[in-house]
């Protein structure tokens, strides 16, 4: 679903002239801007040859063969992740995690945000964690801790897996004043096209659910996500129950897709009216060219007139 904003002011639209060049800007928007790379590399070949979705489940099989153990750091959410060559170059094709820079030649360590913990321990079933402490835990503990770690865990992973389900890579937005950002594929061959606002909405989620409610929270996160050239995606995580206690609830909650978009009455003029300029431009000369040929005749017309006036006037005084 697709909302678009009218912005105003005081009831007058606010009118401002638009930059040269800035309609395109605004058109490559609508789409996947992928990287340049050197050489001329294409990297929509490339990407179109190594589907996210095969490069995830690559990375699901040889992790869960391997029964690898993700270890929580202490006071948060996140974990280290130690892996092999092979593995760690599965993880940055699938675009998990962050590879940290003392990571050696034999074994390699990825650090995992905790979406990504959970995400890879519930959904993919290919790793385990344990604790600071070195504790193996199940899945209800690991939830109690992210839960704990993070009051907004629930909705903010709800909206990473269904993302994440959908080939979507998903990463921090946090400098972009969001959640989330999405991109069509890995981040080193496309830019994000996607800024991601994680809204809860129900009884369950408690007084969490003011986020965006108020008009001008909407205009910063529009006018931040657009000054980046990235749509505003708003997911609303819907919740009919009150307990969050376990994994279970996951079920139960539904996400709700609204892009947000400013309706810039220059950029729509454009769009809609690109393939007939051409032809306007030609009805526009064909119409000068008439005019001209007629402005002419009509001046040997207004000339032969005059001149027969005063020959009447001539010989009438004679």
Partial sequence: MELVVLISSNANWRKRPVPVGFDSFLMDMSGPRWKKGKDGKDFAALAAAQPMSS????LQSS????????????????????????????????????????????KQWFQLGAE???????ALECIVVESASKDLMSQGELWDHLCSASESFPEMYKAYSHLRSKNWVVRSGLQYGTDFVAYRHHPALVHSEFAVVVVPEGSGFGGRCSRLKVWSDLLCALRASGSVAKTLLVLTISSNVCELGSPDCLEQLVVHERTVTRWIAQ?????????????AYKE???????????????????????????????????
């Fill in 284 to 318: 526009e000369e064909d119409h000068t060219g008439e005019t001209v040929v007629s402005n002419y005749w009509g001046v040997i017309l207004g000339l032969t007139v005059l001149s027969s006036l005063l020959v009447y006037k001539l010989r009438f005084r004679r």
């Fill in 267 to 279: 950029q729509c003029r454009e769009q809609r009216c690109k393939p007939c300029r051409e032809e």
């Fill in 63 to 106: 992790l869960k063969g391997s029964k690898l153990v993700a270890t929580l750091c202490s006071g948060g959410g996140d974990a280290v992740l130690g892996v092999n060559p092979q593995q760690a170059a599965l993880l940055n094709r699938a675009a998990f995690g962050r590879a940290l820079e003392n990571a050696g030649a034999e």
């Fill in 116 to 122: 990504e913990v959970f995400y890879l321990h519930h």
């Fill in 55 to 58: 490069n995830v489940t690559k």
